[in-house]
Structures are given as structure tokens and as C-alpha cells.
């Protein structure tokens, strides 16, 4: 407790502040640096005001954030900020026009914008380290038959390389949506002021660009007002992570069953079973899944709680959930693509347990329809062959006798059965499967090509992003070099 603080301070100012300042400061700097370069350039400030207010952010742009204390003395990041700049500068506060046709709200709008762009451009990469990973593996095993579920019951072959394409997919449009999400992120808010803007000859547009927007907000009421894209943070990111911690329970399952190793670096031990290896890093992944709703919901039920203005609700008090869940699912793709790129097959089930399961039954009805059998005869008839026994123990006469008292037994022929009996027994057969989108080996490495190919176009778009902003702190320094040479 800090006696000198009042009560508000104390438990809600010094809270947010400590939350806020290291995000915050750096971007508030940078952001500062701009708009003073701009009202320079439109002939609003002196260039002796513009070159002294620039030395002092220079200064203040080697501050390290996260050793600033809330004393009291000011409200928030920002007032610190003005602080601290006339302090630099050597002049009172009440000197400075760094603050000239801006406001907190269209500040705070922005600075918010330039955090959660760079925490969503590395969400997006580990989001595509771990997509290339799960293609890579997905192509390494597309030829190891295992057994698929449905509602936890065994149901049909398929291959590791199918299951792992199936979530490249999701993953290869997660990335798409973090693309469009950077996309709507990079709007600029800047010049809205409080909300209505100024009758000053400001440029907006020459802030977007020093500062790496590519476009500008249409109107300055959604500017400040508006959360719609601090929604699709939070719900983007539960999202993503909750079908991921999907796949991270069927991992579970795979692991306990044997079927792939269980990497050793992924593991803890048990502090009385000196045997046990725990991969408890699946059970953090779906509680990470978890959080991550939680996260969701606080911002949703923050904002829908907000009117339609600027309001604290939708703004300052949802960023530290946005942060945090930024955090937690660059982790999360970091942890699920890390444990992924370990994972090689172990004791995959073998064809005589896959049988034994019944997944093959499917196979083989298909196998009678191929050769004009009706489809709910077919499937009528292996449901009387499963009830009598295992698919490994039927014969001709067990077809023949069931497909008799089903009254189809004149639309079996000899070849028919064979096919039948075969497709009971092989499940491996379903490697050579021409569908598109299925387990076929051929086919799942044409699914494997294809996803790559869409995450190598999202992962272009990133590096668009990037140059662009790294094209604007060039663009900026320099600017900022130019008012403050004497």
C-alpha cells in the first residue's frame, strides 16, 4: 500500500497504470513523435516548439516502461508521458502543444491499434510455424492407418496424415482471419480527437502513414467509439485456441494409447510414481483454451455493457484482457506446434484391432453398393453380420444366409461377397481412396500442397505488413531527424 495514494488511486488508477504503462509508453512515444512531425509539417507549431518536443521524446524513447512507478501524481500512461516530455524538454508542462488538436480518446484509440497489430503479427506467425509443422507431419503420415472416432466410438480408418490435414485446414483459416483481423487493425483513428474532430488543418493521413496505418477510419465518432475490432481479438483468439485444444484431447487419447511417443521434453514427472511421464502440457492447453473464452466473455460483456461514445468500458478496461489473451494463444500455438513437431508414430493400431473395432464395416457396405446392392440393404446386411461376430471371423455362408433373409441374396454375385469380405478385413484399402478430401494417401498430400499454398499467401501478406511498418519508423526517424538537426 502506498499511504499517500487516495483510495480511487490506490485501487483502481495504480491498478490500470501498472497493467497499462509497459504496453502503453513505447507507442505513446512513437505516436507523439508523429503527430508533433505532423503539426510541424501544417505549420501549427513553431519549429523551434516541434524541435525541442522531439528532443525530448528521443529521450524518453530509451525510458524502460516497466520501471515506471505510479505515484499519484498524475492520472495515467499518458499525463506520465507529458510529464516526463516536459521534464526532458526543461520546460513546465503548461509549455508544451504536444497535445495540440489530439485528444486521449483518438491517442488512446490508436496506441491501442499499434499494440494489438504487433501482437496479432505474432499470433499469426506461430499460428503458421505451427500450420507448417502439422503439414509436414500430416505428409510424413499419410500412409499410417489409425483407427477414427465419432462421439468416442470407433467408427472408420483413416490415417494420422488425414487427421493432421484436417487441422491444417483450420488452422490455414485462423490464419486467413488473423490476416483480415491485422487488416482491420491497421485503421488509423488518429486526428478523430475526442470525437469530433478539429477545425485545425490537420493530416491524419500523414500520421497513418509515419505511423504504418494503410488506411483511415471513415467516421471520428467509430473512431473512438467503436470495439467491434477489440471483439475480434477476443473471440478470434477463443476460438482458435478452443479447436485447437480439441485436437489436443484427441492427442491425449493417441498418447495414452500408444499410437505416437510421448516427447519427453513435453512431460513432468510424478513426485511419488518414479514410472510416470505426464504430458500435462495437453491439459494446459485446454485450459489455456479455457481462459482464453473467459477473456472473450469479459470483453463482450464489458463492451455490450458500453454506450455508444467513448467510454472506459469498451476501451481501456477490456486491453489488458486483449493482452492477455494475445499472450496466451502466441503460447499456445508455440506449445501445440512445438509438442507436433515431436510426435512420430509409436504402435499405431493394428489392422487386426482396427477390424475387431468395426471400423471397417462402413468400407465393406460400401463395397456390396458398388456392385448395385441397395444402400440400406448393404447396410442392413453388414448390421446383421457385426451382431453375429467380428468381421475377421465371417465367411461366404455368413453373407449368403444374411443376405437371404433380407431378401437380396439375387444381388450378390460371387465377386460381390469377395469384395465384401476384403473390404471387412483391409482396412489399409482406405489409403487408396480417390475422394479429394479424404484419407487417401495421394489425396491427403494434394490436401497438404493446397494448405500450404494458402498459408504461404497469408504468411506474404504478414510480410507486407511488416515492410510497411518498417518503411514508416524509417520514414518517422527520419522526419524526426530533420526538425531536431540544428
Known sequence: MTPSLTTYQQHHLRVVFEHHAANLYPAMVKASQAHVVMLAEQGLIPAESAAMMLRGLLVLAQDRPEDLDYDGSVEDVYYTLEKRLAAA??????????????????????????VLRDQLLAVLDAVLATGRTVLDRADRHADVVVTGYTHRRPAQPTSIGHVFAGYAEALAGEGVAYADLLDEMNRSPLGSCAFAGTDLDISPRRLADLLGFERLIVNSYEAVAGADHLVRVATLNAQSLATGARLARTLMDWLTWGWVVTPGSFTQGSSIMPQ????????????????????????????????????????????????????????????????????????PPTSEEIVASGATTTAAADALARHGVPFRGAHSLLGRLVRAGAPATWTVEDVRTAAVDLGIADQLDEVAISDLLAAAVRPEFVLRRAQADGPGEIAVREQVAQLRSIMDDVAARADALRERLHRADAALAEAVAARVSP
Not at 513546465?92 to 480518446?105: I, K, Y
Not at 485450459?287 to 469498451?314: F, H, P
Request: proline share 3%; net charge negative; hydrophobic share 45%.
Open 89 to 114: 524538454c526543461g520546460v513546465e508542462p503548461s509549455q508544451l502543444s504536444v497535445q495540440l488538436a489530439r485528444s486521449r480518446n483518438d491517442l488512446d484509440a490508436g496506441v491501442f491499434r499499434m
Open 276 to 347: 510416470k511421464r505426464n504430458p500435462v502440457v495437453l491439459e494446459h492447453l485446454v485450459s489455456m483454451a479455457g481462459a482464453a473464452a473467459g477473456d472473450a466473455a469479459s470483453v463482450l460483456n464489458n463492451v455490450g455493457a458500453a454506450w455508444w461514445e467513448d467510454s472506459n468500458n469498451a476501451t481501456t478496461d477490456v486491453q489488458a484482457r486483449l493482452w492477455d489473451s494475445d499472450d496466451r494463444a502466441y503460447r499456445f500455438f508455440s506449445l501445440l506446434g512445438g509438442l507436433i513437431a515431436e510426435l512420430d508414430p509409436l504402435r
